[in-house]
């Protein structure tokens, strides 16, 4: 029997708490419910609310129920996979990735059967050019745990080769 993957299922509670109440502080708190609401943090920061009806950069964009419920399910079967991949996963830095991954998908897949939308609000620009759209904190523990599982894989797999290669090294 497998060890349950804690590291990473904490990861990704943490992750999924922080999405939901920093969407509920932006929404409830901040009162941002329309995309001409938006408040300057700094200035090359600012709070904006999106309702995301696609998925990542805009693509696949739920204009019916049938296409919602279709991202549900398919943002749902790669939140089992990643999970799956979590608990067979050895390395701990990888599980933690994995976790916010998971923790991430896991809070779009909320918003989209709550609303029909992924709430979005972070709007990084430097002046008028932003690097990415309007995004959440589910949307970068996703980027940053993909990143990080990149990175370990392309530089990472060269060390482990070596001390595959030679143990005793």
């Known amino acids: 029997m497998r060890k349950l993957p804690v590291v990473g299922l904490v990861t990704a509670a943490v992750v999924f708490l922080v999405d939901q109440l920093s969407k509920i502080g932006v929404t409830r708190g901040l009162g941002l419910t329309d995309l001409t609401d938006a408040r300057y943090v700094t200035p090359f920061f600012n709070l904006r ?5 696609g998925v990542s950069l805009g ?3 739920a204009d ?4 919602r419920w279709a991202l549900v399910a398919m943002t749902g079967a790669i ?4 999970a799956v991949w979590m ?3 050895t390395q701990r830095a990888d599980r933690i990735a994995l976790g ?3 923790g991430g998908a896991i809070g ?3 918003d989209r059967v709550r609303f029909g939308y992924v709430v979005d609000f972070a709007d990084l620009h430097f002046g008028e050019w932003r ?3 309007v995004f959440n904190v589910a949307d970068a523990a996703i980027t940053l745990g993909v990143l990080v599982l990149l990175v370990r894989a392309l530089l990472m797999r060269d060390k482990r080769d070596a001390v595959s290669e030679n143990p005793h090294a």
């Open 64 to 67: 019916t129920d049938a296409m």
């Open 108 to 110: 779009n897949i909320v």
């Open 100 to 102: 916010a991954i998971l």
């Open 131 to 133: 690097p990415f759209l």
């Open 87 to 89: 608990t067979r996963e």
């Open 79 to 82: 939140a089992a996979a990643v």
């Open 59 to 61: 693509y696949l964009h």
């Open 49 to 53: 609310f999106v309702a995301n009806h």
